[in-house]
């Protein structure tokens, strides 16, 4: 059993070996039947903030659960609005239950 902390290795996080974004960019990655989909944003850029927003509502309006994750790579806060500032946003589809 592995009792020490984990730690991203360099340009990587701890969210399945993902790259970390570019500073001053910001990462949207939606868990699909595909694996991931990434939907990178400079965040000087309005009209890329403005696409990577347009996502965030679609897949959130289709029950994804968003979630802001911390720098480190470890877990974040659920949230309900596109966040231009964040680092990486996670989208996990729906949960159904039966």
């Not at 996080?13 to 939907?39: A, F, K, V």
């Not at 996502?55 to 974040?76: E, P, R």
């Amino acid at each position: 059993m592995h009792t020490e902390p984990i730690t991203p290795t360099e340009g990587k996080s701890l969210i399945r070996g993902l790259p970390t974004p570019p500073e001053g960019s910001g990462m949207l990655c939606c868990l699909d039947c595909t694996g991931h989909t990434e939907t990178m944003w400079d965040r000087r850029n309005k009209v890329e903030i403005k696409a990577a927003r347009a996502s965030f509502k679609i897949l959130t309006k289709k029950g994804y659960l968003a979630f802001n994750m911390n720098k480190d790579g470890t877990k974040g806060e659920l949230i309900h609005e596109f966040d231009p500032d964040a680092e990486r946003i996670i989208l996990s589809p729906p949960l159904v239950g039966g």
